[in-house]
DNA sequence: ACTATTTCTTAACCTAGTTCAAGATACTTT
DNA sequence: AAAGTATCTTGAACTAGGTTAAGAAATAGT
């Protein structure tokens, strides 16, 4: 397995010479994952950013009830995994599984930290790549208060149509905040009304 | 007003010398503004990053109904603003508005590329800022699928006690996505339980 | 190809949270 | 202190979305 569309990901954002490449390469461990495998277990301590080649990986929260909650989908180009649990070093709350056949790169998180501090671009790579993240969660978080199910559906699969291909409707009704059986009934209606 | 608590609190998370903490200092643009007052416009670009260094902002989007919805409140040490607008340019969904008498430290765009290509240490600083931010919003998100209001009011107050004292109940409910008038009521049953 | 398992849908009934409208408490301003 | 404005509460009627249970359709395993 090859690690230079990462590569590639990292120079949309910043500049690398040939020798940052290499290193930053080097650090990385590919992992292969079947569809259904887990890659991170909720209540263990995070040790990965996880970044994803191919396929395609969720992240959900567990709650009391053992009802899955999706806190994130990940596909080609992607970084998922629990922020929280790998810098605080506490035990997750999210589990980390493959939709599909899927291969991933690993970084540890020491590799991390040594590539924050001998390239600045990757820090400016990751202040970056958070600062997009914290756009689109809160965009999130006000249209789960704004909008109803329906509407949020209709700009879920228009903001990610690549993902109907792998993500059961199940998991995109969690995704969303509603049951599969809501969500049923709004793609009957949605479907009668055309 | 004086700026050094803004500085106290970046070195909490990087260190700075001497000379690093004047250049900061200078960039900041102090601020007064009294309850009511907006900092940023909806429609707007957004042209500066906002710190509070005393009193209460909040954030919010305003719906096609003309409700608003809180995103986010910020006390003194915080940061708010809208990054979409600020980074791509594009205008704002969101205005700031104070909650109370307030003092804040306006950071305009140029400074702040400034800032983060002079020292590597602010790109830092904004990395860990985006990273924690990221951490509590995607925690939102989830409490808000997984918990009925009830218990999300719970445990709001018991994460941000401070801010009960400048934030009325009405922007509270919207924060947590509910009306007023179910607030209250949760706010009844709270009390004839015990 | 056959069976087992998982996913998706349907329908009847239920509930958390909303809407609307009115009254009660605060908080400002003069 | 009065009057005006904004906030908070209450209650009755309503609805978006949940629950339960069962069947249909798709996937996976042998």
Redesign the pocket.
């Given at each position: 397995m090859n690690t230079s569309s990462f590569i590639t990901n990292i120079k949309k954002t910043v500049n690398l010479n040939e020798e940052e490449e290499k290193y930053i390469e080097s650090v990385f461990v590919p992992l292969r994952v079947k569809?259904g495998e887990f890659v991170e277990h909720s209540g263990e301590i995070t040790r990965y950013f996880i970044y994803v080649q191919s396929g395609c990986l969720m992240t959900y929260f567990t709650d009391r009830d053992a009802f899955d909650h999706v806190a994130q989908f990940a596909t080609a180009g992607w970084w998922t995994g629990d922020l929280h649990s790998i810098t605080k070093g506490v035990p997750s709350i999210y589990s980390t599984r493959a939709l599909a056949d899927s291969e991933v790169l690993l970084l540890p998180k020491n590799s991390q930290e040594e590539l924050l501090n001998k390239y600045p671009q990757m820090e400016r790579y990751f202040r970056i790549l958070y600062q997009n993240a914290l756009v689109t969660h809160l965009h999130r978080i006000i249209q789960g208060h704004a909008a109803?199910?329906?509407e949020r559906y209709i700009s879920f699969r228009e903001k990610y149509p690549s993902l109907e291909q792998y993500v059961?409707?199940?998991y995109i009704a969690s995704y969303l905040?509603?049951?599969?059986?809501?969500?049923?009934?709004i793609?009957?209606r949605l479907m009668e009304n055309r």
């Open positions: 569809q109803a199910a329906d059961p409707l199940k905040g509603i049951t599969p059986e809501f969500l049923s009934k793609r009957r």
